[in-house]
């Protein structure tokens, strides 16, 4: 599996629609992207809450183009370096041949792509199911997931035949969700309860609303079986560590070390599979979570006792 001929086969399957839709040129419709690409990078990095538009198309579309493939890699370098919850995840399969998955702010489809990649150098007995719980305030970015979901499963498909025969399959639940108003939803305990929860880049987008995230978690790791897990991938900045451990401290979990990361993607992901976008937007996909100040990502995970 290669994470670009992924999300190329993704792009292929929506760009034209999205420019119908909007009454745009391929050409109009590219310099947009490049714009919407320019505006992230300075909303993440202003020191507030991102205020970016993702229920336009054509920015999910930018950011699925330019972030979603370095951010699923980062994700499985953070899962295949946890010892622990590598450990998880194939005792967890082993036994219940399910994996719940609860992914914060998980529209785009980065913990689809992160763990089928990850299970894919695994071995199981059986065939096993992977079950995700998408809460995102953004209930568009389901189009990007299914579009993501449908170019894996036609990867197995050629890859292993018929579904029995291939090592795991994925369903999804998609909940419109406001991460920082966990006190409007009523049945929360049993939307929480998950085997594994991940918060991937995150944290650093609820800058501003840190106490009422605060209240999800808690939630979440009150709802959470025994021993469950709660990964966390962002960027490696001080108040964003200091608002993760502070988050998963104050759950109740128990808090790992933390662990840094800054290089890029694994030799095997080639950017050029993403032609002729990148040609026709002027920009290249990103490559790396480092940055010239040696400081790139983090990932960290907490334990329910």
């Given at each position: ?28 419709a590219c310099r947009t992207i490049k714009q919407h690409l320019a505006t992230m990078s ?74 089928s990649k990850f299970l894919l150098g695994r071995a199981f007995p059986v065939h096993v ?158 490559l790396q979570w480092g940055s010239w100040s040696g400081r790139g990502a983090f990932f ?6």
């Open positions: 599996m290669n994470y670009f001929e992924t999300i190329k086969a993704a792009l292929d399957a929506s760009f034209a629609g999205i420019c119908e839709h909007l009454g745009l040129s391929r050409e109009e300075q909303e993440w990095f202003s020191g507030q809450t991102p205020i970016i538009v993702y229920g336009d198309p054509l920015c999910r579309f930018a950011y699925l183009f330019c972030h979603v493939g370095a951010n699923a890699n980062l994700c499985e370098v953070a899962i295949r370096s946890s010892p622990d919850l590598c450990d998880f995840i194939d005792t967890t399969l082993e036994k219940a041949e399910e994996l719940r998955v609860c992914a914060f702010g998980g529209g785009p489809g980065t913990e689809l792509l992160a763990l199911e992977i079950s995700f719980t998408l809460l995102d305030r953004v209930p568009e970015w389901a189009e990007t997931w299914n579009a993501l979901e449908a170019q894996i499963k036609a990867g197995l498909k050629a890859t292993y035949g018929p579904k029995s025969k291939r090592p795991f399959s994925t369903s999804k639940t998609f909940v419109p969700f406001d991460m920082t108003k966990a006190h409007q939803y009523a049945n929360l305990s049993h939307l929480l309860e998950q085997d594994v929860y991940v918060m991937n880049y995150v944290v650093s987008e609820v800058v501003g609303d840190h106490a009422k995230f605060q209240e999800l978690i808690t939630a979440a790791s009150s709802a959470a079986p025994p021993g469950s897990k709660f990964l966390v991938v962002d960027r490696d900045q001080d108040r964003v560590i200091e608002n993760t451990n502070d988050l998963l401290t104050k759950a109740g979990l128990t808090v790992g070390s933390v662990q840094k990361t800054s290089t890029c993607m694994d030799l095997n992901e080639r950017k050029d599979s993403l032609e002729p976008y990148i040609s026709a937007i002027d920009r290249r996909p990103r960290v995970v907490g334990t329910k006792p």
